[in-house]
Every structure is written in C-alpha cells, then in structure tokens.
C-alpha cells in the first residue's frame, strides 16, 4: 500500500490537480505565443555572450544584483517604460519577478485578507478571477464597452461602497489590450479613473502584460505614469512579447509598498538565467523584434476572423481586439459556452468559456475566448470548422458554414 498523505492535509489544501494528459489538436486556450515568431537565434546568442561575460555569478544568489533581480534587465526596463509608457522609474522601483502570476500573489498577499472587497473589469483573466476566490475576496466587476471598463459604473460602485462603509482594496484593470475583451482604455478614462482612486482612497493595480502588443504600436501612458499620489502598483511581463516559458515578470511600485512585497518574496529570486538572457537579448533586439511579432500576430488574427466569418457567419460576433493573442466571441444566446467547452474537447479543440473569464456568468455564458498566437494558419481554419460542426451538432448553430446550408 503507497503511504497515505490524505490525512496530514491541512484544511483549504486546494483539490489535487489532473494530471496533464497532452496538448487537444486544436488548441485555442492559454496565453501561449507564435512559437515561429520567438526569436531563437537572438536568444542563443545572449545565452553564450552573457555566460561567457559573467557566468561565474551564478554562483551567488541573486547574482551581484540583489534581492530585486538582475540589474541590467531592471535598467532595460526603466528605460523601455519610460520610452514606451512614459512610465518614470529607476531600476531600484522595479522587483523581477517568476511571471506576473507571481506579481499577482505578491500583490495579493501584501494587500487582500478574506472578506476584503476589490474592484475589477467583469470580463477578466481567469488566473486573477480564481486566486480572489481562493482568498475568498468579494469581486465586484465593472462592465466594459468598445472602450474598456466604464467610469460611470465604476464611480457608483465607488459612491455605493462608502455608503455601506467599505474601501475596496484595490481597482484592478488591465487597461492596455484587456484579457479577454481586447480594449484599450484610452487616457481621457485612465484620468477619470485615477480621479476617482484618488478621491475614494483607493490603489489601482494595473496589469500591463499585453502592452507591447498593440497593433498600432502606440499606447496610452501608463497609469502609474499619470498617477499624482504614487497610488498605482504596475506589473508587466516578458510573457508575451519574448517567451511565457521563460518566467519573468516585473512589478514596479512605489517603495511604501515594495518593501511589503519584497519581504513576501522567499524564494530567494526569480531564475538568474532567463533574466541575464533576456536583458542580454532585449536592451540591442527587443524594439526590433517586437513588430515583427506584432504582425505575426496580427495575421494569425485575420485568419481567424476569416475562419468565423467562413464556419459561423453571423452566428459569432465580435469587436476586433486592439492587439494581443485572443479573441472575446458572442455566440447565439442558446450557446451554453461550458457545454460547448466539453463537446469541443471531445473533438479535439480546446476553448476558453466565458463563465471562466467573467465575474458575470449570464452575459458570459454564450461567450468563448479563443488564443490564436499558438496554433498555425492551417490549425486555426481547420480547428474553427471543427468547432463550428460540434457547436451545431449541439446548439443547432450555425446554420451556414462555408456557406452551405447544414441541416442539424
Ligand atoms: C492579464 C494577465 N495577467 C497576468 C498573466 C500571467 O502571465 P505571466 O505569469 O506569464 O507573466 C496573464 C497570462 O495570460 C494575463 O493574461
């Protein structure tokens, strides 16, 4: 008999996770990138020149940069924020960290006690929307339009809070290409929104993971760059624009509140390697690289929208995202997204449903989010016809594909 650890869990262990049995054959989930456009042979190279330069530091924990991360990849950054979010900040405001999922535990465990209340958009990154229920954290979402989360919904969840005596902890936006929506709020709407932080006593923490990936390649400052009162926590990541596997993300934040997170983070730094390749690779590459992904992406996203236009017609609707790696999908009412999820899984094509990546289940029911940086071309047509068979062989719809009327 295997020893039986059942009994020495403490209680609120998580339930055990599945084992991993394989990527679907078609897989439009998870925030993974164009595996064509990750630049390998820049990467190679600032593997050999950084080990063959200072190597040997790798000996020391924290290599000879401390306890915030290696410090040519924090100097990097202070310069890339400032040039591109016109964020201004030295290397000593900004902590590396293992992913923004990393910055979002820290932030979390620095601020959020259960019962606590925080303000996010409605539709949202499903990593942000289970971690606040893990921590039993009251979530109030805040719709969005074409141009991100609403001020004026927000002010009267802001106004209705006080009333009843509650300070959120936090408003937590991702305000530049929003998960799942694609939005981008612009900055006549972050100045409101920092008014209105201000003016309840209320941090916003701003996750800008997917701010190198707007299509025009411009982007509004950042909040913390508009912010008066050093009342804004920043993270972003090298997720997207370089590599998810690689694990770097970075918070910068005010040190009022980085001197909490610091003393939360014992895992004695992020991975020294990834960082010394990546500053390595990014202070000469990153400005050239990233428009090539850019438009990688950006076709991979027309072919896409081509294949719902093909398969679904006007059973799938949508606004075009302003940049990033998804897509946020309108169904047909009748379309429960989570037993689509499953039945599309049994076909081999993996979906995000809505419910997973709303605060509110009724809108997002008929909604599904589909990544379309990972799969290729051919994946993508091939996998959206799939998708578009099992969806009518179970909601009856679409009656059109390829334009060809189906019977059901
Ligand atoms: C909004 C948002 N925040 C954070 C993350 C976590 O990314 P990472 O830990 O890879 O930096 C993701 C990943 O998809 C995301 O969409």
Redesign the pocket.
Known sequence: MPFDFGPLFPPGTPAPAMRWTGSPKYNFT??NNDADALPLDGLKQAAQAVLDREGRTLATYGLNSGPQGYRPLREFLSIKLKRDAGLSCSADDILIV???????DLVNAALLTRGDTVIVEQD??Q??LTRLAKLGIKVIGIPLDKGGMRMDVLEAALAELKAHNIRAKYIYT?PTV??PTGTILDEGRRATMLKLAEHYGVPIFE?D??ADLVWSGARPPALYAMSKSANVIH??????SIA?AL???FIVAPWAIMSRILALKTDAGSGALEQMVLAEYCKPHFTEHVPVLRRALRKKLTTLTDALAEQFGTAAEFDEPKGGIFLWVKLPDKVDSLKLYQAALAAGVAINPGPEWSTDKAHSISRIRLCFASPSHDEIRAGIAVLAEVCRKEFGVPTRSANIERRV
Do not use: E
């Open positions: 998870g925030g293992s992913g923004s999922l990393q910055a979002l949202n990154y990593g942000t991702i929003q998960n996750d993971c997917y993270i972003g990541s090298f997720s997207k998810p694990r770097v993300g």
